[in-house]
């Protein structure tokens, strides 16, 4: 079984940084992409970015590219969600999620591991 839980969401002003943190629990971390989606009120859960387990490597939404940075830390089992230039738009649930795919990564329904979810506030 994996266990995820977020951590560092919180309440920021537009043009603000936030760092999401992401702990997994359970065996083979190394061996899960990982990714961040988030739902804002009365929206779908969308997806924000990715980050696969075979070499790293990373997409973004075009919402928040070149603004958002994902990494992971194999080591620490820890997958972090770095957001400046926050804007308004960003408030959501922030939720992290593990899948044993390479494929499909902008789709909630290839995970199988979900966190609890963290709120972002962003204030105008």
């Known amino acids: 079984q994996v266990q995820l839980v977020e951590s560092g969401g919180g309440l920021a002003q537009a043009g603000d940084s936030l760092r999401l943190s992401c702990a997994v629990s359970?065996?083979?971390?190394?061996?899960?992409?990982m990714g961040w989606f988030r739902q804002g009120p009365g929206k779908e859960r969308e997806f924000v970015s990715a980050?696969?387990?075979?070499?790293?490597?990373?997409d973004y939404s075009d919402s928040v590219k070149g603004r958002f940075t994902i990494s992971r830390d194999n080591a620490k089992n820890t997958v972090t969600l770095q957001m400046d230039s926050l804007k308004p738009e960003d408030t959501a649930v922030y939720y992290c999620a593990a899948t044993a795919s390479m494929l499909g990564l902008t789709t909630p329904g290839m995970f199988s591991y979900w966190g609890q979810g963290t709120q972002v506030t962003v204030s105008s």
């Open positions: 359970g065996r083979s971390f190394s061996r899960y992409s």
């Open positions: 980050i696969r387990w075979t070499d790293s490597s990373s």
